[in-house]
């Protein structure tokens, strides 16, 4: 459902009443902190803290792929067979010979930009102590 204008400005009222902004500023302070002190570059952490901020306002929800291979990530870390694990058995199983190299391939891009998200991240929440 598309938000209205009068809507998202209801939103961001309410944010500002509720001191988000002031909680923003602390917690941006900590993730500078926590980066400085673990070694991380502070700009990159901000861009991290900033994309969080912004996506949590927007109301973005993870995809349920990337779900997937956040789990599997943290349960047992790289796997060799990751794709095989992420693949769509019984999909899988009605595709012709040259939709399942495509399927394969579009899976394949799909999990490393997933694994790039995960590692960028992760090195944000590893820093910050969560």
């Known amino acids: 459902m598309e938000r209205s204008l009068k809507m998202l400005a209801k939103e961001a009222k309410s944010r500002m009443k509720k001191g988000f902004w002031e909680q923003c500023g602390r917690d941006l302070e900590a993730c500078r902190r926590d980066a400085r002190a673990q ?19 927007r109301g973005d929800t993870p995809d349920a792929f990337y779900l997937k291979v956040k789990k599997l990530l943290l349960e047992e870390g790289e796997v060799s067979d990751a794709i095989g694990r992420l693949t769509d058995k019984a999909y899988y ?38």
Do not use: C, D, N, P
């Open 39 to 57: 070694g991380v570059s502070e700009s990159k952490a901000q861009r991290y803290f900033v994309e969080k901020v912004a996506s949590a306002i």
């Open 93 to 130: 199983a009605t595709l012709s010979y040259e939709e399942k190299q495509r399927y394969t391939l579009e899976l394949s891009e799909k999990y490393l930009e997933a694994l790039k998200r995960f590692r960028r991240e992760h090195e944000f929440e590893r820093a910050a102590g969560k």
